[in-house]
């Protein structure tokens, strides 16, 4: 079975050059592994794709949710309004899937 990976992200040319060769280590010891490495920065742009700002996280025993700013709750499975769907979800970060491509947005509550 193949696995594919894509990591984004802006690193400096030192840091580039070791993630390749990790990369190329690791794809050395596992042929089926894709790894792609794309330098574009991160989005944090979550109003592209959430009806609302991200007020908080929520851990019940009804189960986990995303509470937005204008008190819409969401879980994993809640289609979006741009047609997207939340895949993850957890304290630490929310993956959303929009056609082919999954994007997460870290959450940061400090």
Not at 19 to 37: R, V
Not at 95 to 108: E, F, G
Request: charged fraction near 25%; charge should be neutral.
């Amino acid at each position: 079975m193949r696995r594919s990976f894509v990591i984004s992200g802006v690193l400096d040319e030192s840091h580039q050059r070791i993630l390749q060769e990790t990369l190329a280590a690791l794809k050395k010891k596992d042929p089926a592994l894709s790894l792609i490495y794309q330098d574009i920065a991160p989005s944090h742009d979550e109003s592209k794709y959430l009806p609302a700002p991200v007020a908080g996280f929520v851990q019940s025993r009804h189960g986990n949710y995303l509470l937005l700013t204008n008190k819409e709750r969401l879980r994993v499975g809640a289609l979006l309004p741009n047609g997207g769907e939340i895949v993850h979800l957890s304290a630490d970060v929310v993956t959303i899937k929009h056609y082919d491509t999954l994007i997460n947005y870290p959450l940061d509550f400090k």
